[in-house]
């Protein structure tokens, strides 16, 4: 496992089409897969994608958890989901925070479905079926996007709704 650096906003990986992943046990896969797993616990992060590490596979890691980046997150397993896909949604959509770790410093509120139900493919090659809510499922869908490269600034309504990260920490986790 290594702790891999994570690409920023504007270099043109993040930009780009993520490629299907074709074998799931080939070592290059399984390697990038730890590889997220380390990058994504040491940088306070509650999911990423493998294009952020410069690998343009549509690989993320969906690792919820309180933070100093989100202290009200719920907890769960770190999951790796491999070509995964959106099956269903609802039809409500909320408007929350999100940061990346690709944009340092700046946070935006986005809408994304309150529920989506997902396929993906485990990393030991096993369809798995979830029904993710809330939080979770905006991770899913910001991760999901990294695909497609788009990130969260290109959801937004308005640019209104940007703020630094000093200033969501202030108003919005410590409520000042």
């Not at 380390?38 to 343009?56: C, M, R």
């Not at 490269?149 to 000093?166: A, K, P, Q, Y």
Request: glycine fraction near 4%; include cysteine.
């Amino acid at each position: 496992m290594a702790l891999l650096p994570i690409i920023q906003l504007g270099n043109p990986i993040l930009r780009q089409k993520a490629t299907e992943v074709e074998d799931i046990q080939d070592e290059t896969v399984q390697t990038v897969i730890d590889d997220l797993m380390a990058t994504v616990a040491e940088s306070n992060g509650v999911g990423i994608a493998a294009p952020q590490i410069a690998q343009s596979y549509r690989v993320m890691i969906v690792a919820s958890r309180p933070n100093p980046r989100y202290p009200h997150a719920p907890h769960m397993e770190p999951t790796a989901m491999i070509n995964p896909r959106i099956i269903a949604h609802s039809s409500t959509m909320i408007k929350d925070w999100e940061g990346c770790l690709s944009i340092p410093g700046i946070r935006g509120l986005v809408p994304r479905y309150e529920a989506i139900e997902v396929e993906y493919t485990d990393r030991n090659g096993k369809i798995q079926r979830q029904l993710l809510t809330n939080f979770v499922a905006r991770i899913f869908q910001h991760e999901y996007d990294h695909f497609d490269g788009i990130v969260f600034l290109d959801r937004l309504e308005s640019n209104l709704d940007i703020v630094t990260d000093h200033e969501y920490q202030k108003l919005i986790v410590n409520k000042i």
